[in-house]
């Protein structure tokens, strides 16, 4: 057709049929036309299935669609560099921006904030991200400048809203006013909420680390100095994630030993912390949370959870264990070893019926602290019943003084931290499996 003096004719006719082609591929892929208004009205489950069509229709789009159309038309018209330019602009860039158009209309959208709503904003500025290097490659003419302009706009929307709502999660820590208190000291709901959160969140740090570094570090002055420690980092890009991220779990901790002050008990209230502190060490250990905080955090941190089950152990056991001798062997008088097996009976129903309800929920923190109350009082009672239970008003009486064989309080130190013993049935039944194995 060019040979023969139609070229004008030519480009015409190849305009028309691939634009054609182009806007069939890119309504079959599911993407529209959609205004702002529109999207405002969906509901979510709506809204959702549109960006995840939308992050398919990407996939194929840029890996078929438009790369495969700047081929054919870069082979076609070869022989001209501005006709090349100018049929490809004029067949994909209305397809091509509506394409990009699609998450800035979300990113600016007035639904509520939501974990839903935040990672889909993630995976939109991920898919654009990703493909920026082909963007600019496949739309590098002059007059498709509008494309590129459209994806950047979108990625800067997009990066606005994300910080937002991280903004607004970090504030709805701050601001959780609930005043009630986890049975038996467990791991609260905001713990548990929010680690869920910020381990899915640690997915998608190179993308937040693009984000945040543009935007200024938390202000410290809204939580005592001690409580700030960011990680370390010789990459600014990277320490700023870091400091985010740490920033965030220390709010979350602040939050917390705020809640602990609720607690009657203050036993219960190191439980408490203990608790918390040893599931957010727990998720940030298994998530990738563990590469932005580090292994210095985590010990750090796993050395606090050591220490509030220090706390709770010295304030709810050691009435039991000062009610023992330190030398449990020593001679003392029948007289003496009553008293001191009144004082034990007394401290260690004490004590059981206030830790009966007690929860430990991480298996291994629950061991420990088990092992740890164990052995302070099991040998040494073991070794004062032995030696001593004989003299405490003979065999007729034995069970008047001795209420806990050693294979008793084993046990009942076993069942500790389930949150399900009864401890009146508990007292009762340890009573008469004593009284019984003694007049065995």
């Known amino acids: 057709m060019n040979a023969a003096g139609y070229a004008k004719e030519c480009v015409n006719v190849y305009k028309v049929v691939r634009k054609s082609i182009i806007d069939e591929g890119i309504y079959r892929l599911g993407v529209e036309r959609i205004s702002s208004s529109r999207i405002n ?234 608790n918390n502190l040893q599931h957010v060490v727990f998720k940030v250990r298994t998530s990738n949370l563990q590469y932005l905080l580090g292994e210095d955090w985590i010990a750090k941190h796993e050395a606090k959870v050591g220490q509030f089950a220090a706390s709770y152990e010295r304030l709810a056991w050691n009435k039991v264990f000062s009610s023992l001798p330190e030398n449990p062997t020593a001679e003392i008088s029948p007289e003496e070893a009553k008293e001191t097996l009144k004082r034990f009976n007394i401290s260690f129903d004490e004590a059981s019926r206030k830790q009966s309800v007690c929860v430990v929920a991480d298996p291994k923190l629950r061991d420990e602290i088990k092992v740890s109350i164990g052995r302070k009082i099991t040998p040494v009672y073991r070794e004062f019943y032995e030696k001593h239970r004989g003299s405490a008003g003979g065999q007729s009486r034995v069970g008047v003084f001795v209420r806990y064989a050693p294979e008793d309080v084993e046990n009942y130190l076993s069942n500790l931290f389930y949150g399900t013993i009864d401890s009146g049935s508990s007292a009762t039944t340890s009573t008469t499996s004593s009284r019984q194995r003694h007049r065995a």
């Not at 549109?50 to 790369?67: G, P, Q, R, S």
């Open 41 to 274: 009205k969906m509901d979510w489950h709506a809204l959702d299935m549109k960006i995840n069509n939308w992050l398919e229709a990407v996939k194929v789009a840029m890996k078929t669609l438009f790369f495969g159309e700047r081929f054919l038309c870069d082979h076609v018209f070869a022989v001209s560099e501005s006709i090349r330019e100018s049929c490809f602009s004029e067949i994909s860039n209305e397809a091509a921006t509506l394409l990009f158009g699609f998450p800035e209309l979300v990113a600016k959208s007035k639904k509520p904030s939501s974990p839903e709503k935040m990672f889909r904003a993630l995976g939109m500025y991920t898919a654009i991200s990703e493909n920026w290097v082909e963007i600019e490659s496949i739309f590098s003419f002059e007059s498709t400048s509008p494309v590129r302009t459209q994806a950047l706009s979108s990625l800067i929307k997009l990066s606005e809203s994300i910080y937002t709502m991280l903004s607004g999660f970090e504030s709805s820590i701050q601001k959780h006013s609930s005043k009630a208190l986890v049975p038996g000291g467990g791991v609260h709901s905001l713990t548990s909420n929010a680690m869920d959160y910020m381990s899915l969140l640690a997915d998608y740090s190179n993308v937040l680390t693009d984000i945040i570094s543009d935007w200024p570090p938390p202000e410290k002055s809204s939580l005592p100095e001690s409580y700030f420690d960011s990680p370390d980092s010789d990459d600014p890009p990277a320490a700023a994630i870091s400091i985010r991220f740490a920033w965030l779990v220390l709010v979350l901790l602040c939050k917390l030993d705020g809640k602990a002050k609720y607690y009657k008990d203050v036993s219960l209230s190191y439980l408490f912390l203990a």
